[in-house]
């Protein structure tokens, strides 16, 4: 719980302190002010580097096609997602819609599309989810499971293909493997540990962890579906992504824009950007030269994606204004 003390300073200074929150007294760290600063730093370097060029580039050769193409790819993608949602809120004793599934992904794409962080949607469609159905913890549990199976297939899938095609990081794929093997092997060990000898908040949290992997994740009727889906979203992201490419005058071969696609996807994980922009153009800048390419033309690629994504996530602008006259019905 949170608490303000005031101090007054004396006479002659007439300000006062806000102090004191919950932890010790002291104040905590703005992480989404700073994650913002970092997507702001990040995209006025590429500026610096590139120019305005290769962004305003992408936007202007953007057409009715790519358009049409990223609203198709991107309901796809979303029923996919709301799919794998639905799964695991199954697993986890809530019941969940297909059609709610499908308009809060929406909304939450959008917002996600829109805010900086790149989560906020995700956090929201949470919260109310576990409100709707009056158990708020495992709504948000729901959540943060169907993301997080989505990312471990998306890396799966990611280091796959960077080792099968050419790329500026295959020499080093399976280094990078070993190195995330062990991060989890550390992970687990330490879980392990905790759920024996350490404080009873942890044990308990612990054996959350256990309990939901165990009924949820690994359950036979339920983790052949995620990895389904979660292989579907990251086709979808992938296929729009080959889109982008083309709309901004890429001829260069699938196969060799495919991992450079894939690398830039994994740094949209990175929670440091304005509405998904930050990172993504940043790696895309990098590996397209490295490949071969130039920095410029994978700033325009993830350029075009952005607006892309944004695009196909319009729909939820329809479930945000259905939702408030609802409300106010």
């Known amino acids: 719980m949170q608490r303000t003390d005031v101090a007054i300073r004396p006479e002659g200074e007439g300000e006062t302190i806000a102090s004191a929150r919950a932890g010790g007294g002291r104040p905590r760290i703005p992480w989404g002010l700073v994650r913002t600063i970092g997507g702001v730093a990040v995209l006025a370097l590429l500026v610096w580097r590139v120019g305005s060029g290769p962004f305003l580039t992408g936007l202007r050769m953007i057409d009715a096609w790519a358009i049409v193409a990223a609203l198709s790819v991107g309901a796809a ?152 889906f979660s292989a579907v979203a990251v086709g979808g992201h992938l296929v729009t992504f080959l889109v982008a490419a083309r709309t901004a005058g890429l001829t260069a071969p699938a196969t060799q824009l495919l991992p450079l696609t894939l ?17 993504r153009e940043g790696v895309a800048a990098w590996a397209f030269g490295a490949a071969g390419l130039s920095a410029a033309d994978g700033v325009a690629t993830a350029t075009v994606y952005g607006v892309l994504v944004l695009v196909s996530s319009l729909p939820g602008v329809a479930v ?3 939702r408030r006259r609802a409300v106010a019905s």
């Open 77 to 228: 993608t979303i029923v996919a997602c709301a799919w794998r949602w639905r799964l695991v809120a199954r697993g986890l004793g809530l019941q969940l819609p297909l059609r709610t599934a499908v308009a809060d992904c929406y909304r939450a794409v959008l917002i996600n599309s829109t805010l900086p962080g790149g989560v906020l949607g995700d956090v929201d469609r949470a919260v109310g989810h576990g409100r709707e159905r009056g158990d708020l913890g495992r709504g948000i549990r729901a959540v943060v499971w169907e993301r997080s199976a989505g990312q471990v297939v998306q890396c799966a899938l990611a280091l796959g293909l960077l080792w099968a095609l050419p790329s500026p990081v295959r020499p080093y794929v399976p280094r990078i493997a070993l190195v995330l093997a062990a991060v989890v092997a550390v992970f687990a060990l330490l879980a392990l540990v905790a759920g024996r000898r350490g404080p009873e908040a942890w044990r308990r949290l612990v054996r959350m962890v256990r309990t939901d992997v165990r009924r949820v994740l690994l359950a036979r009727r339920i983790w052949p579906g995620v990895v389904f």
């Open 263 to 279: 690398l830039a996807l994994l740094a949209m994980g990175v929670p440091t950007n304005i509405g998904g922009f930050g990172p």
């Open 320 to 322: 945000l204004l259905f």
